[in-house]
């Protein structure tokens, strides 16, 4: 980390954060106008828990063909379940 990030405070960090989900959603595939929650986990490698807090914000600028976010997961949570029944 470099000094300007350190001294970013965590509603800045969203901010950036929330302005990167923006920029990925119109690369993303979209189907009957949902975005799938497991697509922009992939394209961002942002974790599931600080994606689903940006989503549920609701001030999220989305492409015109796209209506919501789905934030239903086949991958990123059950996968972190998986591992840790494993251990």
Do not use: F
């Amino acid at each position: 980390m470099n000094i300007a990030t350190e001294q970013l405070n965590g509603e800045e960090m969203l901010q950036r954060y929330k302005e990167a989900v923006e920029k990925a959603l119109p690369h993303l595939p979209v189907k009957n106008g949902v975005v799938d929650i497991d697509s922009l986990w992939v394209e961002l490698s942002i974790p599931y828990s600080l994606l689903r807090e940006i989503i549920s914000r609701n001030d999220l600028s989305l492409p015109d063909n796209v209506k919501r976010i789905s934030m239903k997961s086949r991958l990123g949570e059950e996968s972190a379940k998986t591992a840790r029944q494993k251990r």
